[in-house]
T-cell receptor, first 111, second 115 residues
Framework: AQSVTQLGSHVSVSEGALVLLRCNYSSSVPPYLFWYVQYPNQGLQLLLKYTSAATLVKGINGFEAEFKKSETSFHLTKPSAHMSDAAEYFCAVMELEKLTFGTGTRLTIIP | GAVVSQHPSRVICKSGTSVKIECRSLDFQATTMFWYRQFPKKSLMLMAT?????????EQGVEKDKFLINHASLTLSTLTVTSAHPEDSSFYIC???????????FGSGTRLTVV
């Protein structure tokens, strides 16, 4: 079964600083990978997804992620953090139409 | 874009009663919907896959008699928590698979508190 691992349950960055949220996947076949954001007491909003096209994927709100097969990684980045980016972020992998989520990373933005 | 409406957003019920949560796809037909449970500060756990017109497929360890899922139309799936107990208190989220480009749209979630 495919899985994803998110390193770091909590990440804090200063406003304006680089955001880097880590996700590594485990898959025997080319995976379909997703990043979602969740604000308190809300559902999940898709940030971006990788579906075997370009390895650098650009998403909403200035986020992007790069699929690196050699490192089995799909890290999420944003050049400059904004206060509104404070939320929970989930990496997910799709297998047989089902999404399997990582344990999540809570992003805190320091003013 | 694809929108999934989930109701209610919050519900408090007494122990032993049943609660129904609705998940509707507003502007598209969803042949497949998914139900997740999220514990505080935890990830989402897939409970079951709901297919229109057929029985839901439950994940291992999920009690199908406690969590009844009905997907009677292409736009509506319901999750009924039967004989609820305090340990069923959680955040429940539905998701619908859109027809193109590996899209999944999520509802806004339901906070269930059993007292």
């Amino acid at each position: 079964a495919q899985s994803v691992t998110q390193l770091g349950s909590h990440v804090s960055v200063s406003e304006g600083a680089l955001v880097l949220l880590r996700c590594n996947y485990s898959s025997s076949v080319p995976p379909y990978l997703f990043w979602y954001v969740q604000y308190p007491n809300q559902g999940l909003q898709l940030l971006l997804k990788y579906t075997s096209a370009a390895t650098l994927v650009k998403g909403i709100n200035g986020f992007e992620a790069e699929f690196k097969k050699s490192e089995t990684s799909f890290h999420l980045t944003k050049p400059s953090a904004h206060m509104s980016d404070a939320a929970e972020y989930f990496c997910a992998v799709m297998e047989l139409e089902k999404l399997t989520f990582g344990t999540g990373t809570r992003l805190t933005i320091i003013p | 874009g694809a929108v999934v409406s989930q109701h209610p957003s919050r519900v408090i019920c007494k122990s032993g009663t049943s609660v129904k949560i609705e998940c509707r796809s507003l502007d598209f037909q969803a042949t497949t919907m998914f139900w997740y449970r999220q514990f505080p500060k935890k990830s989402l756990m897939l409970m079951a896959t709901s297919n229109e017109g057929s029985k839901a497929t439950y994940e291992q360890g999920v009690e199908k008699d406690k969590f009844l899922i009905n997907h009677a139309s292409l736009t509506l799936s319901t999750l009924t928590v039967t004989s609820a107990h305090p340990e069923d208190s959680s955040f429940y989220i539905c998701s619908a698979r859109t027809a193109f480009n590996y899209g999944y749209t999520f509802g806004s979630g339901t906070r269930l508190t059993v007292v």
